[in-house]
C-alpha cells in the first residue's frame, strides 16, 4: 500500500493535478500518508523519519527563506540531500525487492530491482520544488535570452500536432542513437523478452527512477545552469554539461556505460532545452528505459572472464 500511495503523490506533483485540501496540495497530503504508512509497514525507521523531516525543513526552507545567502545554503543542502536520499547514502530506510539478482537475458548480469521509497521521495519533492519555484521563471529567461517562447509552447500554435512533432522527433532519435550506440560499444544485444516483473519495472522506472532523476538533472540543475549562461548562443551548453555529470553519475557500469549514458543524457537534455518542460524529458528518459528493457540485454552484457 505504501508505495501505490507513493506513486498516486508523485503523479499529483505535476501541474496537471490542481487538487488541494485545506489549501494544501494533495500531493503534500498523499506523500504524508505515504511515511505513515512506510512507517507502519517496516520501510522505514526513526532515523529514516527524521531524515524525512529534515529534507522537508529545507525544501520549505528553500521556499520560504528570502535572504540570498542563507537560501543558496539552503539550496544547497536540499539537493544534498536529495542526492544522498537517491542514491541510498542516508540510513533508516527497507526499501522493497521486487527482483534480487535474477538474470532476466542469457547473456546479462544479474539484475537487482527495489521500489525504493528514498529515491521516490527525492524525485517527489525535487519535483515540488521544479514545479513550485523553477518553472515559472522559465519565461523570463526565456525571454532574457531572446528564445521564441512560440516555438515551445501549444497554446501559441495554430496546430497542437505542431507542438508534439518536435518532441516526439526527438524522443525517437534519442532512442534509436542511444541503443545504436550501446550496440556498437557491445554493452548489449538483441534481445526481445517480456521478463514476468514488466509491470512492476515501467512502473517503478517511471515513478521513481525517471522522476527522480530527471528532476534533479534537468529540472533543478539544467535550469539552474541555464540561467548563469546569459548569452542565447551558448544556450546549448547547458544539456551538454548536465549530459556529461549525468553520464559520470553512471561510473559504475564502466566507461563504455558513460558513453551510453551521455548520449542519453544529452538526449534528456535536448528535449528539455527544446520545450521547457520537464515531462517530456521524463518521457524520453522511461521511453529509452523501456525499449532497451524489453528489446535488449538488461541491464548489460555480463564481461567475459
Known amino acids: 500500500m505504501t508505495f501505490y500511495i507513493l506513486g498516486l503523490a508523485i503523479l499529483s506533483v505535476f501541474p496537471f493535478c490542481k487538487i488541494a485540501f485545506f489549501k494544501q496540495p494533495i500531493w503534500l497530503w498523499l506523500f504524508i500518508l505515504s511515511v505513515l504508512s512506510a512507517a507502519l509497514e517496516g520501510y522505514i525507521n526513526i532515523v529514516g523519519l527524521v531524515a524525512i523531516t529534515f529534507y522537508v525543513a529545507l525544501y520549505y526552507g528553500t521556499l520560504n527563506i528570502k535572504q540570498p545567502i542563507i537560501n543558496k545554503v539552503i539550496t544547497i543542502l536540499f539537493i544534498a540531500t536529495a542526492l544522498g536520499l537517491a542514491l541510498h547514502y542516508v540510513p533508516g530506510f527497507n526499501n522493497l525487492p521486487i527482483v534480487v539478482n535474477e538474470q532476466i537475458s542469457s547473456d546479462a548480469i544479474a539484475y537487482t530491482l527495489y521500489a525504493n521509497f528514498d529515491k521516490a521521495i527525492a524525485g517527489l519533492l525535487l519535483s515540488a520544488y521544479y514545479f513550485s519555484t523553477l518553472a515559472p521563471k522559465r519565461q523570463q529567461t526565456l525571454d532574457s535570452k531572446g528564445i521564441d517562447s512560440k516555438s ?15 518532441p516526439v522527433l526527438i524522443i525517437i532519435g534519442t532512442i534509436l542513437t542511444t541503443l545504436i550506440v550501446a550496440l556498437l560499444l557491445g554493452i548489449v544485444s538483441f534481445n526481445p523478452k517480456v521478463p514476468d516483473f514488466w509491470l512492476a519495472f515501467i512502473a517503478i522506472n517511471l515513478l521513481f527512477t525517471c522522476v527522480a532523476e530527471e528532476a534533479l538533472f534537468r529540472g533543478l540543475l539544467q535550469t539552474k545552469l541555464s540561467q548563469q549562461i546569459t548569452s542565447a548562443r551558448f544556450a546549448i551548453l547547458a544539456p551538454i554539461i548536465i549530459a556529461c555529470v549525468f553520464a559520470l553519475a553512471h561510473f559504475m557500469g564502466g566507461v563504455n556505460y558513460i558513453l551510453v549514458s551521455a548520449v542519453a543524457g544529452f538526449g534528456y537534455g535536448y528535449i528539455f532545452y527544446k520545450t521547457q518542460r520537464l515531462e517530456w524529458a521524463i518521457l524520453c528518459h522511461w521511453l529509452v528505459n523501456v525499449c532497451h528493457f524489453f528489446l535488449f540485454t538488461y541491464p548489460m552484457i555480463k564481461l567475459q572472464a
Not at 515551445?152 to 496546430?159: E, H, P, V
Open 152 to 166: 515551445i509552447n501549444s497554446k501559441n500554435l495554430a496546430s497542437k500536432k505542431l507542438a508534439l512533432k518536435q
